[in-house]
C-alpha cells in the first residue's frame, strides 16, 4: 500500500498555491508567507510537477490560474480550513487560560519584537505566547493582540508605540566605497540602486512618495529593486546591493552597531502613521501585562 505521505503535494508547496489563490498574487503570498516573490514561484512550479499538472499559464511577472487550479482549489481550501481550526482547537485546549495570541508585522518582528521575547517572558514566565508573523493582521480575526502598522486612530484600543520617521540607509562598508555619508545630497543617492518593498502596499512610505516629500520625482531610468518584506531589503542593503529607507524604530540598534548608516540628512515623518497595538480582543489579565511591557519597551527606545 503506497504511504500516505508519497501521495501528499510538499506542505510549503501547498500552502504558497493556496495563498495565491486566496491573496490574488505571489506579491501579496511571499508578504504573508513572509518569503519571497522568487520562492513562492519555485514552489508554485514544485507542484505543478509533482501534480503533473498545469496550474498557472504565465503572462510576464503574472500567474492566471487554470480552470484546473481553481477546481483543486476548492477541493483543497475547506480542508486546509478545517485543519488549521482542529489544530488551533487543540492547541487551545491544552493551554492554559494565560495563552497571548499575537500577530506581528514582519518587520516589527524581526527588528524590535522577537529580541525582546526572553525579556518578556523572564519578567512573566506565566504567559505562554504564541505569535505569527505577517503583514496581514486582518487575517488573524482570532488574534486577541496585533501589532500593525498603518495610520493611527483614535480608538480606544489602539496602542501607540512609534511614530513613523524615514531616512535613507545603507551598509557601512557600501558607504564607504561610494563616498555616501549624511553630507551626501538626494542626486548622490539617486546615482545608487534604491532597494525597497513592493510598492503595492499603499500603507508604506516607499522611493516615490519619500522623494516626492522633498519635490522631487522618481525617474524609470534609476534602478529600483523590489523585495517583498523588510526583513529582506535589510539583508539586500547589509549585502551592499544598494541604497533603502529605514524605519528608525526597526534599525537603530543596527545603526547603533555601525551595520548601518544614515545617509543624507533628510529625513521625513508621517504623525499620523506609524507601528501600533490593536487590543479590541483582548480581554484577559496577560494581554494587559503584555500591552504594558511593551509600551514602556517602546518608550524607552
Not at 81 to 87: G, L
Not at 119 to 140: C, G, M, R, W
Not at 173 to 201: C, E, F, I, R
Request: a neutral charge; proline letters at 4%; aromatic letters at 8%.
Amino acid at each position: 500500500m503506497q504511504r500516505m505521505i508519497s501521495k501528499l503535494p510538499p506542505q510549503k508547496a501547498l500552502l504558497a498555491f493556496e495563498a495565491v489563490m486566496r491573496l490574488g498574487t505571489v506579491t501579496a503570498a511571499a508578504k504573508e508567507l513572509t518569503s519571497t516573490q522568487p520562492a513562492i514561484s519555485q514552489h508554485i512550479k514544485n507542484l505543478e510537477i509533482n501534480l503533473n499538472a498545469q496550474l498557472f499559464n504565465r503572462r510576464g511577472r503574472l500567474l492566471a490560474p487554470t480552470d484546473t487550479a481553481r477546481e483543486f482549489y476548492q477541493t483543497i481550501a475547506p480542508l486546509l480550513n478545517e485543519i488549521a481550526t482542529a489544530a488551533e482547537e487543540l492547541r487551545v485546549a491544552s493551554l492554559s487560560s494565560n495563552l497571548i495570541n499575537i500577530v506581528c508585522n514582519s518587520g516589527l518582528a524581526h527588528f524590535w519584537f522577537l529580541p525582546l521575547l526572553p525579556i518578556l517572558q523572564e519578567k512573566h514566565p506565566q504567559l505562554v505566547i504564541n505569535i505569527s508573523v505577517s503583514d496581514f493582521a486582518e487575517y488573524f480575526p482570532d488574534r486577541a493582540l496585533r501589532l500593525s502598522f498603518g495610520q493611527f486612530s483614535d480608538s480606544k484600543h489602539q496602542h501607540r508605540l512609534f511614530i513613523e520617521q524615514v531616512f535613507a540607509i545603507c551598509s557601512q562598508d557600501y558607504a564607504k566605497a561610494n563616498q555616501l555619508g549624511l553630507h551626501s545630497t538626494l542626486a548622490d543617492l539617486l546615482a545608487q540602486p534604491l532597494v525597497h518593498l513592493d510598492t503595492s502596499d499603499q500603507r508604506w512610505l516607499n522611493w516615490q512618495r519619500w522623494l516626492g516629500g522633498q519635490n522631487l520625482a522618481l525617474k524609470k531610468t534609476e534602478s529600483l529593486i523590489q523585495l517583498g518584506n523588510y526583513h529582506s531589503v535589510i539583508n539586500a542593503v547589509l549585502q551592499g546591493q544598494g541604497v533603502a529607507l529605514g524605519w528608525q524604530c526597526l534599525i537603530q540598534p543596527l545603526l547603533n552597531r555601525q551595520q548601518l548608516v544614515q545617509v543624507t540628512s533628510v529625513e521625513q515623518s508621517r504623525e499620523d502613521f506609524g507601528y501600533f497595538i490593536d487590543s479590541e480582543l483582548a480581554t484577559g489579565e496577560g494581554d494587559r501585562l503584555v500591552i504594558d511591557f511593551l509600551k514602556q519597551a517602546a518608550s524607552q527606545q
